[in-house]
C-alpha cells in the first residue's frame, strides 16, 4: 500500500518559539527543543517525525515562515 | 529508529516540497512578537502577488503601527504613508499608475481611528485598489491603548477596567461600515489563527488583487488578529482569546462580493 511521508525542516535560527506550529499540527509531530537559538528563543523541533504527514498546517500558522515542508509517497 | 532516520534523508529533499517561504519575502526577520498575526498575512500577501506574477506591477502602501517596516519585508514596491493616510496615498499612486495593483496594509489604530476618513471616502469614491486591515483591537506599537476596535469591556492599557461604552463609546464595525457604500466591490472579514482561515485568506487576498483588473471599486479585506503582547496572553492564549471574543464580535465570512451583498444565515 502507498504510503504519503511528510517531514519539516525548521529555520531554527529565526524561529522565535511561539508554539502556534505546536498547536496546529494533527499529529502531535513538533515540540520544543530545550536548546535556544541565538536569539534566546526555544525552537520548535519534530519530536516525532514518524507522525508526519506533510499536511502544511504548521508552514501555514507559522508568523515567521520558518517552515518548510516536504512530502514523499512510498509504495511497500 | 534508524529506518527513520533513513526515509527522513529520503523525504528531505529538494523534488519532495510542497512548502516553502516566499521568495518576494526579503531575508530580514520580521520586527513583530512571537505568534503576531501580522507575520502570517504579509507572508500570504507575497504568495498571492508571487502566485499571480506581479512582482513589478504591485506597490504596497505600509502604515504607522507594528506593521510600519512592512517595506523592509515585501520584496516588491512600497511606499510609506503617514499614520492613517494610506488610502490616500494609495489613490494617488493609482491613479497617475491606473495599471499597477495597488494595495495598503494597515493596523485598525491607523485605519479605523486616525485614518477613517481617508478609509471611507477611498471606500466611497471606489478607487480600484485593495485595502488590508489587520484588527487586532488595540494599537500593538505604542503599548496596548484602546483602539476606536477595542470590545466593550476589553482591557486595554488605557482600559484598565475594560472598555466602558457610555463613556467611550461602541467599538466601530468598519468593514461592515464600508460595505454600505456603493464604491465597494469585495468586502471580507478573515483571519490567520488556523491553517483552514489562513488558506481562506489566501483565496480572498487573491480575489482582491484579481478585481483590480475590473476597475469595478475597492477590495476591503478585514483580518481579525491577535496582538498577544497587548492582550498580555501566549500567542495560543490569544488565538483561543480571540475565537472566543473576538470572533463573536467580528464574524469571519464575506460581506460583499462582486459588489453584491451575500446573504448571511
Ligand atoms: C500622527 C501620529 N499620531 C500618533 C502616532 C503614534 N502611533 C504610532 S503607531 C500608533 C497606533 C498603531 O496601532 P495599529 O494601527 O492598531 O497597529 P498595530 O501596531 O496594532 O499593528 C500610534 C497612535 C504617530 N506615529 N503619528
Ligand atoms: S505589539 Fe502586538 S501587533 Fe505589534 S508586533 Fe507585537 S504582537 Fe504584533
Same mark, same amino acid.
Given at each position: 500500500?502507498?504510503?504519503?511521508?511528510g517531514?519539516?525542516?525548521?529555520?531554527i535560527?529565526?524561529?522565535?518559539?511561539?508554539e502556534?506550529?505546536?498547536?496546529?499540527?494533527?499529529?502531535d509531530?513538533?515540540?520544543?527543543?530545550?536548546?535556544?537559538?541565538?536569539?534566546?528563543?526555544?525552537?520548535?523541533?519534530?519530536?516525532?517525525?514518524?507522525?508526519?504527514?506533510g499536511?502544511?498546517?504548521?508552514?501555514?500558522?507559522?508568523?515567521?515562515?520558518?517552515?518548510?515542508?516536504?512530502?514523499?509517497?512510498?509504495?511497500? | 529508529?534508524?529506518k527513520?532516520?533513513?526515509?527522513?534523508?529520503?523525504i528531505?529533499?529538494?523534488?519532495?516540497?510542497?512548502f516553502?517561504?516566499?521568495?518576494?519575502?526579503?531575508?530580514?526577520?520580521?520586527?513583530?512578537?512571537?505568534?503576531?498575526g501580522?507575520?502570517?498575512?504579509?507572508?500570504?500577501?507575497?504568495?498571492?502577488?508571487?502566485?499571480?506574477?506581479?512582482?513589478?506591477?504591485?506597490?504596497?502602501?505600509?502604515?504607522v503601527?507594528?506593521?510600519?517596516?512592512?517595506?523592509?519585508?515585501?520584496?516588491?514596491?512600497?511606499?510609506?504613508?503617514?499614520?492613517?493616510?494610506? #488610502?490616500?496615498?494609495? =489613490?494617488?499612486?493609482?491613479?497617475?499608475? &491606473?495599471?499597477? $495593483?495597488?494595495? /495598503?496594509? +494597515?493596523?485598525?489604530?491607523?485605519?479605523?481611528?486616525?485614518?477613517?476618513?481617508?478609509?471611507?471616502?477611498?471606500?466611497?469614491?471606489?478607487e480600484?485598489?485593495?485595502?488590508?486591515?489587520?484588527?487586532?483591537?488595540?494599537?500593538?506599537?505604542?503599548?496596548?491603548?484602546?483602539?476606536?476596535?477595542?470590545?466593550?469591556?476589553?482591557?486595554?492599557s488605557?482600559?484598565?477596567?475594560?472598555?466602558?461604552?457610555?463613556?467611550?463609546?461602541? #467599538?466601530?464595525?468598519? =468593514?461592515?461600515?464600508?460595505?454600505?457604500? &456603493?464604491?465597494? $466591490?469585495?468586502? /471580507?472579514? +478573515?483571519?490567520?489563527?488556523?491553517?483552514?482561515?489562513?488558506?481562506?485568506?489566501?483565496?480572498?487576498?487573491?480575489?482582491?488583487?484579481?478585481?483590480?483588473?475590473?476597475?469595478?471599486?475597492?477590495s476591503?479585506?478585514?483580518?481579525?488578529s491577535?496582538?498577544?503582547?497587548?492582550?498580555?496572553?501566549?500567542?495560543?492564549?490569544?488565538?483561543?482569546?480571540?475565537?472566543?471574543?473576538?470572533?463573536?464580535?467580528?464574524p469571519?465570512?464575506?460581506?460583499?462580493?462582486?459588489?453584491?451583498?451575500?446573504?448571511?444565515?
Amino acid at each position: 500500500m502507498a504510503k504519503i511521508k511528510g517531514a519539516i525542516v525548521i529555520d531554527i535560527e529565526r524561529c522565535k518559539g511561539c508554539e502556534l506550529c505546536v498547536d496546529a499540527c494533527p499529529t502531535d509531530v513538533i515540540g520544543m527543543e530545550k536548546k535556544v537559538n541565538s536569539k534566546g528563543y526555544h525552537y520548535a523541533a519534530m519530536e516525532h517525525p514518524e507522525n508526519c504527514t506533510g499536511c502544511v498546517n504548521c508552514a501555514l500558522v507559522c508568523p515567521d515562515a520558518v517552515i518548510t515542508v516536504y512530502r514523499k509517497k512510498f509504495e511497500d | 529508529m534508524e529506518k527513520e532516520n533513513l526515509r527522513l534523508d529520503e523525504i528531505i529533499r529538494e523534488e519532495n516540497i510542497v512548502f516553502k517561504k516566499t521568495p518576494l519575502l526579503t531575508d530580514k526577520v520580521f520586527s513583530y512578537c512571537p505568534g503576531c498575526g501580522h507575520g502570517v498575512v504579509h507572508r500570504v500577501i507575497m504568495e498571492v502577488i508571487d502566485e499571480l506574477g506581479i512582482q513589478s506591477e504591485t506597490i504596497g502602501i505600509s502604515p504607522v503601527g507594528c506593521s510600519v517596516f512592512a517595506y523592509d519585508f515585501m520584496n516588491i514596491d512600497m511606499q510609506q504613508a503617514a499614520h492613517g493616510r494610506a #488610502p490616500a496615498v494609495a =489613490t494617488g499612486i493609482k491613479r497617475c499608475w &491606473p495599471d499597477k $495593483y495597488v494595495f /495598503t496594509y +494597515q493596523g485598525d489604530g491607523d485605519l479605523a481611528a486616525i485614518g477613517t476618513s481617508e478609509t471611507i471616502h477611498a471606500c466611497n469614491r471606489g478607487e480600484h485598489i485593495a485595502i488590508f486591515f489587520i484588527n487586532n483591537g488595540i494599537y500593538g506599537m505604542t503599548g496596548g491603548q484602546m483602539a476606536p476596535t477595542t470590545l466593550p469591556g476589553m482591557k486595554s492599557s488605557t482600559t484598565p477596567y475594560g472598555r466602558d461604552t457610555r463613556l467611550m463609546g461602541n #467599538p466601530i464595525k468598519i =468593514t461592515e461600515l464600508v460595505a454600505t457604500l &456603493p464604491g465597494t $466591490y469585495f468586502v /471580507t472579514r +478573515q483571519s490567520v489563527h488556523t491553517a483552514v482561515n489562513v488558506r481562506k485568506l489566501k483565496k480572498a487576498a487573491k480575489m482582491a488583487f484579481e478585481n483590480q483588473k475590473l476597475k469595478k471599486g475597492l477590495s476591503f479585506i478585514e483580518v481579525v488578529s491577535n496582538c498577544n503582547s497587548g492582550w498580555k496572553m501566549s500567542p495560543i492564549q490569544a488565538n483561543r482569546w480571540m475565537e472566543e471574543n473576538m470572533l463573536p464580535f467580528y464574524p469571519i465570512g464575506d460581506i460583499k462580493i462582486n459588489g453584491n451583498f451575500v446573504k448571511r444565515n
